[in-house]
Each structure stands twice: as structure tokens, then as C-alpha cells.
């Protein structure tokens, strides 16, 4: 070893020893002839230092030429500080250097090695390696590694067995696009990586393997968002003769025993919502239920009086759905304010059509955008209603109202109480509530994509996903409206993990395919394997995946999952530090028989 | 759950409880009104009955329609068997089954679930879901789970981070053939998929990560051999401000660490060897040290007299080596298993011109296939030197020899000192002997693919690979002669592991490429981020990996690692149960803007 101790680990009972220690050159400060040099590993930052006329002058000299990030191994004695800092573990004492060498030079990095640094996200993806020195990312990495070490561990502690499936198997046509392989050895032919384990984790099922786990990459070739990446990891799971419960209570253990052991978070037990619910309450699937102003209708379900007709106001009398939030404490929001969240509303992303408000003031009058078509008492059996359902609304607050078609309504209502929350600081990253969301449909329906202008029914989930048993009559007469037994686990309002109860039987998985428009042939030919494996004696099993990066990211409380990945792509696909991907050889492209087309 | 207990728990201290278990139909016996079924599931296996009489009569005939491998659910309750079955831990009870419900049926498997299977491989690969259910092939996937677990123990015990590195990267010329990806967003550009991650680790160390490891998928698209995959896994490892010693004895570490929790077995401290003296001894870079039969040279290293010259043996007299072993007992060869010894040296595989035997008999007479030549006491010299150096020759056994090329002789005599330890049943799967081999060459030369018929330079370890540095100034007049800081770990004949202390400064690296052909401007376009991060601050470093599957195969006493990957591919690099490679659609080709040409 190059040295005795690492830079984090020396305190006052070191005291009089000889050490030697190897690390960055943090900041060197040179003042009235001394020099104290801040020494930094991963482990921590120690303080040197060299003094004019005390050490050797030629140590001294070259002490002195240090400049930032220089890789140098030092010995000397540990002493202690006169003036302690308190701030950092090694802080009550210094290391006396005696010699001194420098292992390699470093040049000016571009940015600061800081915690705030001065480089842009270019220049930081470019030097990656330097990015990574920062206490910030590292401690990202280092979440990373608990978070993972902690899945294992519970795992294991549940009888899973963590089994590697291949990362070279077949493109399917159903989901997202695949990144393909080309195989030399079968010129023409290509091997696919995996946007899941799926079919390989069902296999194990059907081999008896009764608890699989993994943490793996998988990919997808998506046009990039900010927040996604080619190549991502999941914590893949499956079991075997279980229910719905089942899974449930294992993954909410899961979750709670990273919480736990992570955090040092005892989240309480999971609450549960219907996807019916979640989206009538929320208008999202994956509702941020760190805060309330749920959704309260005033037109729309069929159960309840509509209060807005006879009014001669055509917005609402036209719409399928009237529905609103209370924001606490939001009547103290001006007619500027208030315009400015209309034009909020208004921007194509979120693309209402307009806004309506009813401000309940502190002194219990009202003052709506709609005073013209709603009397006071109108409005406040709006109030009342806003107050019926666990929620409350007081004066005070303010009502904000969408109206419209009901899905695009909800959805709209939705992206308006997420800002609303962000707004009010009620979205707190260092809070955590999660929530399981049940019962989602099995099909959603939508545009063919080889055959445009024409529809066909979509797996909400994937293929594999089990009907209710008792909605399976519905697939032939009513498919959207049969539930399928799946489940998403939500936590503050992004889904982290998702997964079903998957169809076990040949007939009914051949059912499914032909419901989402394959021909047996075409079945067949991609998933005839797994049909085959039915028929061998499969037994009921279910499962669910999560998404590592980004649960590593919520525990890190941070937004985006980039800063959790060691190597990250950006929204090309690009890795900007090795220029990757890159034009290949002639003669590789010859060997595999395959050639660019413009 | 769909059962209470599997089918592994039931004891003596269940008896009388009512029980619900699942799985799998092993066996069904019918005699006497009476039916017994075992049921299997991977925690065991169990044994139901019903009686004729006794059981109510529609469950009876429902029981006796259970075919093999169907999935049943089995209810009742649990009492001591009347005769015990000693062989499975459950052999005390059985269950009387009160009901059962069929939950899939199950057609007859195209071969036997049972250890030794009649499925040949092509079936039991086509069918790798039901060869997955057998004990022998679910143990070694369990064994392999544990050698992770075990390896994460110790990995994480020691202070290292997992991190995972990027599997879309950059293709790189030096070393095997990358699989390449196409990519959509950036059409006429690959990624490449890693065959290691090797400069993302360096560069992990680079960002002061100090300690850094990796259960990694690895990829190569290489010819197979019966024994490589296209896809495998490596145990990857990095350290920073150590030297060799550090990594010999962290890394003997571990292996030491999974034979003792794995196997129970104290391995005791691995014995290190040069590369120099491996070749000499053995003919070998990963000699089998569960036996001796040590070469001993006749005739070839400059310190050594001849004892074949001036005898008119015109073989030995033009042969640059003439070396031999001593097969203990292999006096009592016939004639006739010598002749075939000779054929089987020289087969094409080996390729050896022909085998001098000597045989020592019992009675201490020699008798010779070179006896024209050599008299007896010229003979009892050779046999005294096998007696020199720690290898003994003793009346009974039997001289091998082989001469010509000292390279080829070596690797031929090599095959021949394997093959006889075999044949003597010295290769016990259940006898571990560990070895590190040391110095070996940094560079080796070879053909250039690029120019046939000229040769250069190629890395023997990779391009990254440290010289020692001592033996730097040799790099511009002997390169052949310079030795790296390089190290394999072998097993039982088997490189495990190997690694080496790298290169961390620009210069040196540069230096480096341009040895091994690269012009200035190669170097940079594909390794120009790692010489660049070499000179922001880079630690001296260095590393190891272990081929994970290799590592289990042998943990598990196999030859192959196939059995011990859940879902290989055979030797055309074909997935035959999933049929991939496959044919993809035009419209995936047209988006990746690709063609595959004749």
C-alpha cells in the first residue's frame, strides 16, 4: 500500500504517530511561511502542513509548486491543531510532513472539484471523471451501492435466488423499440437487448425457481426525455403460487426495509388506491400525495348532483367535467396571479382551455371569474362540496376549476395541483409517502401503428398481464373494461415500481395476443416458446420490477436520475466523454454483413 | 400464498397439522387401492396419499388422472409414514390429501425431470425451462447465487463500492470482436457492448473512487468454443494507491474467502510462480498443480548439460528442447498403450512429430524407444535427473518424452502431462489447488491483421497493462524481453482471474499505443479521454477480473459453464429455445438505417 491511512479516519489518537497518507490536492494555502495543504481521498479531507525553516527547505520548495488535484503521497507526523475545525472529522488534528512526492501532476481542471461547481452540464459530462471527484456525485454512487447491497439483502432474506437472464435474446414487436444486435455468425439475423427480463423471469417460474430476482440493465431505444436513459436498471422480481397480496406485502417490505435501513425512515404501512380512484381523486395514475387538494367534482360522475347547469354558463354546460381543487391559503392570490396561472394552464404543454376561480375569502364573501352566471349561494354549495369528501376548503383558500372533456380535463387539473404543490412548498423532498395504485385496466385502446387512422386495443401493462378472473368475460364483450390484476408502486407522485399477476395458461395468453392483434402465426413465431412452457406445467406466478435509478434518485431527493448513474448518456444517446456511439470500420461492417444506408 | 409450506418442511413435528402444499407431479403410484404422489417443488420433495375407501371417491379419481409434471394445490392433513424414507428429509411423513385441485395440467416432458435425464443436449436446450427444473441444474445455478452473494460480502466487507459501468459504449479495435449496436438517433453510428470495463474502471479510480468492484456482464463475439460463451460474467475489480502485493492478497483474499463459505474448504495461501518458471515447468501458463510430473529438460535451457548429444540421435540432436515427465506406475504401460500414447500426441490437435518413452522397471533394468542410441547408463542419467529437482523417478514408472521447437514441445508435452493425469485419476473435481502466475510478458508478437504476412506487437494482458519499471528501458530495444506487472489467478489448471498493475501516466500509455501500431491520432480518437484523465490527476492503480462463470464450474466440479448459466447459447451463438438470433422487420432496419447485404 502507498499508504498508512486513508484522509478521512486520523483523529487526536493518532497523535505522535508516523503516517503516510496519498491523495488530491484539494487547495494549498501559503501564508507568512507556512503551508497548509488540504489532502483529499474518498474518505475525507486531512489537513498538511510545511513551515518555512522548520522542515527541509528543498521539501518546503516543493511543497509549494503543488497545484489542484495533484495525485502526492505524504508521510510525517500526526499533531495536534491549535485552531480545530470543527467541520470536518479530521479536524482536530494536522500531519507534519517530513516527505513528500508527487505520484502524478495534474493539470487545471476545467471546472471547480466542489460541491457547487462552476461547469455547466457539457463540460461536466465531457470530464466525467472529474465530475465524479465531487462530494455530491459521489455520495450519489454511493446511495447507489446501499441501496443496492440493502435489495439484496432483503431478498436473500426471502428465499429469492438472483438469476442472470441474457442480455443478447430477440426483438419482439410489441412495446417500445428494441436496440438491436447484428450476428456475424447468422448474417441477416439480430440479437435484441432486453427491455425486461419478462419472459426469461416467467421461464424461471415455470422451472420451478418459486422466487427470482435480479438487478439488471435493460434498455430501450426511446427518443430521450430528460429523464430517461437508453440503458437503465431495474430491481426484476417474480413468485410463484401467490395472489396480488402476496406481492404486495413482500415489495411494501422492500421498500420499507430500504426506508429503514437507507434512511433510517420507518414508512408507515402502505396505503392502497384503485386506478378508478386515483384517477378520479388525482387525475393521474401516479399521484404526489405528500399533499392534499384532491379533486372535487362539480360535474361529471354519475353518482352526483351536477351544480353547474341551468346557469347559462355554455363552458360548463358543454363540458363532461367540471372539476376543481382548493389551494390553502391561495385567496391571497391577486387578479395578476391568478391571470398568470391561467396562462400557466394555457401553454400547449398542458393545454387548457382556460381557468376558473372562486375565492373564498377570509371574511367568508366569494369572488369568482363566473360571478356573472353563479350566484354566492352558487357558489357555495360549491364550497360545501369541496368540504364534503376528507377534504376541506376555508376561507382563505381558493378554487381553481377545469372543465372539458373528462380525460384531458383530469389530466390538465392534474399538471395545475402539482404546480400548485410545488408553489407551496408542499412537495418536500425529504418527504416521503408512498402509495400502492391497484386494479389498472388490462387494455387501453389506440392508433395501429402499421396501420395509420386505424385502432387496436395496447397491453397497459405488457401481454403477459392476467385479466381479473372474473372481468375475462368482459375481454370479448367490453375489453377496456376489464381490470387486469396489476399494480404500481407510487412514491411522492412518480411510479418507482410496477408489476402483475401474469397469465399462466396457454389458451388465455393465446386469447391476448389476438386481442392485441397478433395472428397465431405471428404469436407464435415470437412467443411460441413461452406458450409451449404453459403447456408443461406453469404455475400461477406474478411479479413486479422497480425502477433503480430513479428510486435511488427519490431516496437522494433529487429530480433527475443522471446524477445517479456513474456513466450517463445525454438526450441524444451520446456519451460526450468517450464520443460514443461512433462510426465503425469497414471491416467490421463487412464481417457482419449489414451496411449504413442513407 | 397458495400453500402454507413447501414441499421441503414438513417433519415429524408437523404431524397432525393441517397443511396446503404446491408443486409439481413427480412421480404417481398406484397398487392396491392405495396412490401415492410425490410432490416436488425447488425447497424439496414430499409425498401425498390418498386411499381407496378412505379418500372421498371423486378425489381419489381425480388423483389418479395426475400426470407428471401437472401443478396441483394439495390439501391435508400431515402423519408419520409407516415405512420412512431415509433418503429425503421429509421421508418421516406424508400428507393424506382431503383435497386437490389441479391448477395446469401438464403434457408429458420430451425428457425425464430427473438427474440423469435421457434428454440430449440440442432437447434440453430447446426445452432449457424444463432442464432448469432438474436438482443437479437448479444446484448449480444456487451455487452460483451464493458465490455472489459471497462475493459481495467480501467485496463490500473490504471497503469497495459496487458501480455499474455504461453497456452501449465505443468499439475499439485492440483485442476480440465487438458486438455492435446500431444507433437510431444517430444514424451510420455504433455503440459497442464491453467485452470489459476496463477504461470505465480506470477511470473510477481516476475519480478517486479508491476501491471499486463489479459482478458484470461482459461481451465478445468470437468463435465459440465449446466452453466460451458470447455473453459472461466477470467479477471486476479496481484499487488504487496499492502495488501488486495488494492485489495478490486482497484477491487470494476472496478466493480463500468463498471456498471456506461456499465449500467449507481452507484453502491454504496460494503459492505464486513466474511466468518464466510456469513454462518451464509445466508448458503452461495455467498449469494443473493437483499433480506433479514437472518437466524435466533433457536437453534445452542454457544452464543445464545435454545429456542427448553425441549419440546420433539426429531427433534429439536437431531438437531446440528435449523434455520430458515421469508418469508414476506407468512401467506397467503395454507396448500397445504407448503406440496409442504416440497416436494420440499426434493427433493434429497436439501435433507432436512422435513420443520417446523410457521405461523404468521394477526390476530397476530400462528399456527405451530410443535404446539403439542411448545405452542403459546413459538412460539411468536421464532418469537421475528427473530425481533432481523435487520430482522423483522411481522403478515403475514411465519417462514420457518429447523434443523439437521449444515452444511446441512444450505445449505438446504439456497436453500430454494433462491427459496422463486424467488417464491416473490425478485431476480430482473435488481437490482445489490455487496458483498465481507472475511476470508475464508485456507484450507478445504476433500477425497483423491489418497487414498479412507482417507482424507487430500485440499486449499480452491489454494495451493498459504497467510495465514493470525496471524493465522500461528495454520497451525501445528488446519489448519481447520486458515483463509486466501482470498476474493470473489459476485453479486447477484453469485461468480464473487475471489482472494487472496499469499504466496511469499520458506519456508511458502514449508510448504504449505506439508500440502496439497505433498512430497518434488512433490513440486519441479512441482512447484520447483516458490519456486525457491521466493527466488531471490520476493514482497509480490497478485491478483484477475473475470470470464468474468459469469460477462457479469449477466450484461446482464441472467442465463446462454452461450448466451453470440459466439460459446459454450453443456454439453457433444461437439461443435455440427463444430462436435468436432472428430475421427483424424492415421497418426496424429502415429506422436504424441499416442493410444487411449477401
Known amino acids: 500500500m502507498l499508504r498508512t491511512h486513508t484522509c478521512g479516519e486520523l483523529r487526536l489518537s493518532n497523535v505522535d504517530q508516523q503516517v503516510t497518507l496519498a491523495g488530491w490536492v484539494q487547495t494549498v494555502r501559503d501564508k507568512g511561511g507556512v503551508l497548509w495543504i488540504d489532502l483529499r481521498d474518498r474518505y475525507g479531507l486531512v489537513q498538511l502542513i510545511l513551515e518555512e525553516g522548520v522542515s527541509a527547505s528543498n521539501l ?32 482536530d488534528i494536522e500531519v507534519r510532513v517530513t516527505a513528500l512526492d508527487v505520484l502524478n501532476p495534474a493539470k487545471l481542471p476545467p471546472f471547480l472539484i466542489e460541491d457547487d461547481t462552476d461547469g455547466g452540464d457539457d463540460l461536466r459530462m465531457k470530464y466525467r471523471y472529474l465530475d465524479l471527484r465531487r462530494n455530491t456525485v459521489r455520495r450519489n454512487l454511493e446511495l447507489r451501492h446501499k441501496m443496492a447491497q440493502q435489495t439484496r439483502i432483503y431478498m436473500d432474506g426471502q428465499g ?18 428494441d436496440f438491436v444486435v447484428p450476428s456475424r455468425m447468422n448474417p441477416g439475423e439480430f440479437y435484441a437487448l432486453p427491455q425486461s427480463p419478462q419472459t426469461f423471469k416467467q421461464l424461471l417460474m415455470v422451472s ?34 401467490i395472489e396480488q397480496e402476496d406481492i404486495l406485502q413482500m415489495f411494501e417490505g422492500l421498500v420499507r426495509h430500504l426506508f429503514k435501513t437507507v434512511k433510517n425512515i420507518d414508512l408507515p404501512e402502505v396505503p392502497r388506491m384503485t386506478y378508478a380512484e386515483a384517477m378520479s381523486l388525482y387525475g393521474s395514475d401516479k399521484p404526489d400525495t405528500r399533499f392534499g387538494m384532491k379533486f372535487v367534482e362539480l360535474k361529471g360522475t354519475f353518482d352526483t348532483v351536477d351544480l353547474t347547469s341551468g346557469k347559462n354558463f355554455g363552458v360548463f354546460d358543454s363540458a363532461e367535467l367540471v372539476v376543481g381543487i382548493c389551494v390553502p391559503g391561495g385567496a391571497s392570490y391577486t387578479r395578476k396571479q391568478i391571470d398568470e396561472l391561467t396562462e400557466w394552464v394555457k401553454r400547449p404543454q398542458i393545454g387548457a382551455k382556460g381557468l376558473i376561480y372562486v375565492r373564498y375569502n377570509e371574511d367568508r ?17 360549491w364550497v360545501a362540496r369541496f368540504n364534503g369528501e376528507g377534504e376541506t376548503c376555508q376561507p382563505g383558500d381558493l378554487i381553481l376549476i377545469i372543465s372539458g372533456e373528462a380525460a384531458k380535463a383530469r389530466k390538465q387539473l392534474s399538471e395545475l395541483r402539482l404546480e400548485m404543490g410545488s408553489r407551496l412548498g408542499l ?17 387501453e385502446y389506440g392508433e395501429d401503428e402499421h396501420r395509420p387512422g386505424e385502432g387496436r386495443w395496447f397491453a397497459m401493462h405488457h401481454p403477459f398481464t392476467s385479466p381479473k378472473p372474473e372481468d375475462i368475460p368482459l375481454l370479448d364483450t367490453d375489453p377496456g373494461a376489464v381490470r387486469a390484476n396489476a399494480y404500481d408502486m407510487v412514491i411522492n407522485g412518480t411510479e418507482v415500481g410496477g408489476g402483475s399477476i401474469r397469465i399462466f395458461q396457454r389458451e388465455l395468453q393465446a386469447r391476448m395476443f389476438a386481442l392485441l392483434g397478433f395472428s397465431p402465426e405471428e404469436a407464435k413465431a415470437q412467443f411460441g416458446f413461452l406458450m409451449d412452457a404453459f403447456e408443461f406445467g406453469a404455475p400461477p406466478h406474478g411479479g413486479i420490477a422497480f425502477g433503480f435509478d430513479r428510486l435511488c434518485s427519490i431516496f437522494g431527493g433529487a429530480d433527475s436520475i443522471r446524477d445517479f448513474i456513474a456513466f450517463p448518456k445525454n438526450n441524444s444517446g451520446r456519451d460526450v466523454m468517450i464520443d460514443s456511439p461512433s462510426v465503425i470500420s469497414q471491416a467490421q461492417l463487412d464481417e457482419l454483413k449489414i451496411k449504413p444506408v442513407a
Chains 1, 2 share one sequence.
Open 365 to 381: 364573501t366569494l369572488k369568482s371569474s363566473v360571478d356573472k352566471f353563479y350566484s354566492e349561494d352558487d357558489l357555495m354549495q
Open 427 to 443: 412537495r418536500k423532498p425529504d418527504e416521503f409517502k408512498a402509495l400502492w395504485v391497484l386494479d389498472f385496466p388490462l387494455l
Open 160 to 177: 429469492f435466488i438472483e438469476v442472470e437472464t441474457p442480455v443478447l435474446i430477440k426483438s419482439t414487436p410489441e412495446g417500445a423499440r
Open 60 to 91: 518546503f520548495e516543493a511543497a509549494r509548486t503543488l497545484g489542484r488535484e495533484y495525485v502526492v503521497k505524504a508521510t510525517g507526523k500526526v499533531v495536534e491543531r491549535k485552531s480545530k475545525n470543527p467541520n470536518i472529522p479530521t479536524g
Open 208 to 241: 420451478g425457481f418459486d422466487r427470482y430476482y435480479q438487478i439488471v440493465k435493460c434498455f430501450r431505444d426511446e427518443d430521450l426525455r430528460a429523464d430517461r436513459q437508453p440503458e437503465f436498471t431495474q430491481i426484476d422480481c417474480e413468485m410463484s403460487f
